[in-house]
């Protein structure tokens, strides 16, 4: 069975840095897509940053300049660091794969979620 976990959340002050980490166990064959989305109160879960097995990435517009993306295809991990956070940028952050073959064919998997509180 395949699960995600992320690691990293918390609190920052306006203008500060953190850094998601996700990590997928189980037995993988191959991850295609992996990457986060975000979920603010009252709002709908948004893509934040996603990135192919190939390395190529895509950015929300609102965090563009701002996160960057990582991933070690030989570990199954992924990373957000996340730069001149924002109070907009609090959210509820799930780690998601898609694309993950395992013995029992194609799948898609989400973390738990882990909270990021941008205040002063």
């Known amino acids: 069975q395949v699960q995600l976990e992320e690691s990293g959340g918390g609190l920052a002050q306006p203008g500060g840095s953190l850094r998601l980490s996700c990590a997928a166990s189980?037995?993988?064959?191959?991850?295609?897509?992996m990457g986060w989305y975000r979920q603010a109160p009252g709002k709908q879960r948004e893509l934040v940053a996603a990135?192919?097995?190939?390395?190529?990435?895509n950015y929300a517009d609102s965090v563009k300049g701002r996160f960057t993306i990582s991933r070690d295809n030989a570990k199954n991990t992924v990373d957000l660091q996340m730069h001149s956070l924002k109070v907009e940028d609090t959210a509820v952050y799930y780690c998601?794969?898609?694309?993950?073959?395992?013995?029992?064919?194609?799948?898609?998997?989400w973390g738990k979620g882990t909270l990021i509180t941008v205040s002063s």
């Open positions: 990135i192919n097995k190939g390395g190529a990435t």
């Open positions: 998601y794969a898609n694309g993950v073959r395992t013995e029992k064919g194609y799948g898609e998997y």
């Open positions: 189980g037995i993988i064959f191959d991850v295609y897509n």
